[in-house]
């Protein structure tokens, strides 16, 4: 008898009476759920699996998009797991290849991989190509986390492991996981969820180390002025370590800072 099969709920019913307490009937037990009067269904789960399909809109349910999830945790921490010591890059997936900060992010990708230490970013263009570009040219691991998007290009060719992901949170678990800081140019929206999503994640004391360097003063100090000025005298937040996050214009300080985290 399987456990979808319908089950008298014993310990419902007086035995010596034969009168049954369960006011709503036989209970149903599929799983660890139980279903009891109306709730109960005309087939089993079994008798599902095993009937013909018509329609697939099964693959668009909510049930299947969990399968779909744990697979892309599942591949995501088998890419990475023996990936070492890593640094996160991210930065505007527009920024042209004229920019300083294309430059900029580029000599950050080699510094890096000039330590033994991998790069990882979103695998686009703009900084995201410019930061693999420099740790392949410089014979480091360049890691490439792409997400499907509409309109969003391939992975970069300077990419030399990658992995396209349909969920931003899975992305997201990646970056977090497997690196030891982070390294942020100027960008947008995408930009500064990342930046915030590691900076709550260590006011929050989710993770314990995550050294972050913001690269270009002109562009964040506002933000930040803003952020240590209205937001922490409102008492919104705690102070920020001055250790862990550090605005600055030397690249080469910028990488210092994001390495700090690894343990040597």
Do not use: C
Not at 140 to 165: C, D, K, R, Y
């Amino acid at each position: 008898m399987s456990d979808d099969d319908i089950r008298p709920d014993s310990s419902q019913a007086d035995s010596a009476s034969g009168v049954s307490h369960a006011p709503l009937g036989n209970t149903y037990h599929k799983g660890p759920v139980i279903l009891r009067g109306q709730m109960i269904p005309s087939e089993t789960t079994t008798g599902k699996l095993l009937a013909s399909e018509e329609s697939t809109d099964w693959l668009h349910m909510d049930p299947w998009r969990v399968m779909r999830i744990q697979a892309e945790f599942v591949d995501g921490f088998g890419a990475l797991a023996e990936l070492g010591p890593a640094v996160s890059v991210f930065g505007s997936a527009r920024t042209p290849r004229t920019d300083p900060m294309y430059k900029a992010a580029r000599q950050a990708g080699r510094l890096i991989a000039a330590r033994d230490v991998a790069v990882i970013t979103g695998g686009g263009p703009g900084i995201m190509e410019a930061a693999n570009r420099g740790a392949a040219v410089a014979g480091g691991t360049s890691v490439g986390l792409g997400i499907e998007l509409p309109h969003e290009q391939e992975l970069n060719a300077w990419v030399n492991l990658g992995m396209t992901f349909r969920y931003f949170f899975v992305r997201k678990t990646m970056f977090v996981k497997y690196s030891s800081g982070a390294i942020v140019f100027p960008g947008g929206f995408g930009t500064l969820d990342e930046l915030f999503e590691l900076l709550t994640l260590v006011q929050t004391h989710k993770v314990k180390r995550v050294p972050v360097a913001l690269v270009g003063t002109q562009y964040w100090q506002g933000l930040f002025d803003w952020i240590t000025g209205t937001v922490l005298e409102e008492g919104n937040i705690s102070q920020l370590d001055p250790s862990l996050m550090q605005i600055t214009d030397d690249v080469e300080q910028a990488v210092d800072v994001a390495v700090s985290g690894i343990a040597r």
